[in-house]
Nanobody, 118 residues
Framework: VQLQASGGGLVQAGDSLRLSCVAS????????MGWFRQAPGKERELVAR????????YYSDSVKGRFTISRDNAENTGYLQMNSLKPEDTAVYYC????????????WGRGTQVTVSS
């Protein structure tokens, strides 16, 4: 499975961005997807996760109410809609996917930079 993330950029505080993650390969075996981010000098953190079996979601407290994770099965694409962006959202964002419900994510895409200016 290969993942390709895109959609990052430089925006102002309060703006919106939508990140995309296109999956290719044996995608039919994937059951969950996550979006992580890593800011300079900080550890990578999970910001959103979705189980494809029931579309249940998880959001970190820092993004809850502002970010939405979703997917398009037909396009094998996952999305992270980010609204009301804040400077503290600045980070490299990564998408990840897995064939299992728990554990470290198996497949990772290259990061896409999101920079939010104040």
């Amino acid at each position: 499975v290969q993942l390709q993330a895109s959609g990052g950029g430089l925006v102002q505080a309060g703006d919106s961005l939508r990140l995309s993650c296109v999956a290719s390969g044996r995608t039919f075996r994937l059951i969950r997807m996550g979006w992580f981010r890593q800011a300079p000098g900080k550890e990578r953190e999970l910001v959103a996760r979705m189980y494809w079996s029931d579309d249940s979601t998880y959001y970190s407290d820092s993004v809850k109410g502002r970010f939405t994770i979703s997917r398009d099965n037909a396009e094998n694409t996952g999305y992270l809609q980010m609204n009301s962006l804040k400077p503290e959202d600045t980070a490299v964002y990564y998408c990840a996917a897995d064939r299992r419900r728990v554990g470290v994510f198996e497949y990772w895409g290259r990061g896409t930079q999101v920079t939010v200016s104040s």
